[in-house]
């Protein structure tokens, strides 16, 4: 079969897609999330030629598309007010909605299932092809079978050219993983499938919700699923990926040693010779977007040996998570000791967590009293000092701290400069007190360090938590602690990064307001020792 290749920008074009797809055929089309194969869903023989398309197993379901609410009605028996509300927030947008289904949903599109998938997308090219049509879309991404989802017309091209009567040839889709999938046909309303809306997006509508086994663990063979797609080999490229959750420090060695691996790394981490990067570092949302396309591309390259960066486990990390472990096969190298950094607002309440987490068997190294200790540096780093902020900074062999700091923080050039001199041998410091604790057997060491990111410290870890409190709290406890006035505790306040710079990148997010929550803290390095 010839594909026809339809242009976005042209009314005719969309015309035609709507034509083909009410004479029951297949028109690939652009999503936000990413591109879908669509087809009437209520016409039996049309959705049959999705399933061999793309050479889909019937039993897995597609979601169908709407382009306004009300078309709702035809398709599920009932819309409960928990479907209202994620309806009003996050629709248009990526996420999809289950319910139990009315009949006029063929059983092939719900996969024999009961209920039936409903989204109604962002993209106006979509949008426009939906009202168009003048049917819902049933629509499952337009790839084949167990392969990456496609992101762009390029990959479409690739899976689908003389297979389907059509792709339209939209731009790259904005979010790049596929929508979240919930079910409200449990109790307890439960995600299937994480995606750009975030577990914790939805609960702050509808309040509690649970997460699908599925979604990080690899099914036993033969047990009964609640998303039939979960069962299915996903998103697998040529490659052999496997995750790494050790610290970025322990990842590069890795390279060092194989030659022949390649990294899929976030950007600015591509210190080895062949990598191929999916988004920025702590930025869930980057990752997201350019997951599938470096899946592609290890394969276009022909990489086959591949370790990957592990992105985090909260938000829409947990979507990335998801399509990554798959993509892995579900195999994650673990790190042997976890080496936590502990850090935050000043003060939130840092060394109380930090003492329920030695009392709790971690050992913590202090990384501002290495900062401070005269032994750190060595004598080849104190000439680089003397060379850079004059020679009296030393006074008989002994740092005038105070000197240094007053030059050094003159200028950001020579607070940068101050930093690569000091940070490798406050590292190089760290490391070895790290691996003192390793070789006792330790299995979580803390690294308590009020400026973490700007140290790199966070390179060393393996996972991050953060403490905070409200600023009125922090204001009252340091003006207590450190005997300051207060404007000289709201300088040192506004001089820190704000609360959303750690959460962002923390693993864990502590809040003290009303008191250190041991419980959690347990919790945590539980969840460490796989407890
Ligand atoms: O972003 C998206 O959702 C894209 C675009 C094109 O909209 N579509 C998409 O469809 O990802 P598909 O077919 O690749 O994934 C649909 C997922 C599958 O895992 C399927 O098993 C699940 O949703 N699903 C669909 N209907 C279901 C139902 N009634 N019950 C449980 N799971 C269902
Ligand atoms: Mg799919």
């Not at 689908?160 to 790049?176: N, P, Y």
């Not at 992105?311 to 976890?338: C, K, M, S, W």
Request: glycine share 6%; with cysteine; proline share 5%.
């Amino acid at each position: 079969m010839e594909t026809l290749i339809l242009n976005p920008q042209s009314n005719t074009d969309i015309k035609k897609a709507g034509e083909i797809l009410r004479n029951a055929g297949l028109v690939a089309i652009p999503t936000e999330t990413v591109y879908g194969l669509a087809a009437n869903a209520l016409e039996t023989k049309a959705v049959e030629k999705i399933y061999i398309a793309k050479g889909r197993p019937s039993d897995n379901p597609l979601i169908v598309h709407i382009a306004n609410f009300e078309d709702i009605y035809e398709l599920v028996s009932d819309v409960p007010p928990k479907a209202k509300a994620l309806a009003e927030k996050f629709w248009p947008g990526p996420l999809t909605i289950i319910l139990p289904k009315s009949d006029k949903v063929p059983s092939i599109t719900s996969g024999g299932l009961g209920t039936v998938a409903v989204r109604i997308p962002s993209d106006k090219t979509a949008l426009s092809i939906i009202t168009e049509s003048a049917v819902p879309l049933a629509a499952p991404s337009s790839n084949l079978s167990g392969r990456p989802s496609p992101t762009c017309f390029e990959h479409v091209l690739e899976d689908m050219d003389g297979r389907i009567d059509a792709i339209v040839k939209g731009e790259e889709c904005e979010v790049g993983l596929e929508s979240t999938v919930i079910t409200l046909t449990t109790k307890v309303p439960k995600i299937l499938r994480p995606g750009r809306i975030s577990l914790e997006d939805i609960e702050k509508v509808i309040g509690k919700t649970d997460i699908d086994t599925a979604v990080l663990n690899q099914l036993e063979q033969g047990k009964a699923v609640s998303s039939p797609g979960m069962k299915y080999k996903h998103y697998s490229p040529k490659a052999k990926i496997t995750i790494c959750k050790q610290s970025f420090a322990d990842y590069k060695k890795i390279f060092e040693t194989d030659k022949n691996a390649t990294a899929l790394c976030f950007n600015g981490q591509e210190v080895m010779a062949k990598a191929v990067k999916y988004g920025e570092k702590y930025d869930s949302i980057s990752q997201a977007k350019e997951l599938f396309s470096a899946l592609h591309k290890l394969d276009e390259q022909g990489f086959d040996n591949v370790y990957a960066t592990c992105p985090q486990l909260h938000g829409v990390g947990l979507a990335v998570y998801n399509r990554l472990i798959r993509a892995a096969a579900f195999r994650v190298l673990e790190p042997d000791v976890h080496i936590i950094g502990l850090t935050g607002t000043t003060g939130s309440g840092k060394s109380t967590v930090a003492d329920i987490l030695a009392q709790n068997n971690a050992k913590i190294i202090d990384c501002d009293k290495i900062t401070k200790d005269p032994s750190t540096y060595t004598e080849t780093c104190l000439n680089h000092l003397q060379n850079a902020f004059g020679s009296d900074i030393l006074k008989d062999k002994v740092l005038d701290r105070k000197l240094l700091a007053k030059r050094a923080f003159e200028t950001s050039e020579k607070t940068k400069l101050l930093n690569e001199i000091t940070l490798p041998v406050i590292t190089e410091k760290i490391n070895r007190i790290i691996q003192g604790y390793k070789n006792n057997g330790a299995k979580i060491i803390v690294l308590d360090a009020p400026t973490l990111f700007e140290a790199k410290a966070d390179e060393l870890c393996t996972a991050i938590i953060a403490v905070n409190a409200p600023e009125e709290l922090r204001l009252e406890r340091i003006i207590l602690r450190d005997n300051l006035t207060k404007e000289q505790a709201l300088q040192r306040i506004h001089a820190q990064k704000p609360v959303e710079f750690y959460a962002q990148k923390a693993n864990w997010l502590i809040d003290t307001e009303d008191g250190v929550d041991i419980e959690k803290i347990i919790e945590i390095v539980k969840s460490l020792k796989g407890d």
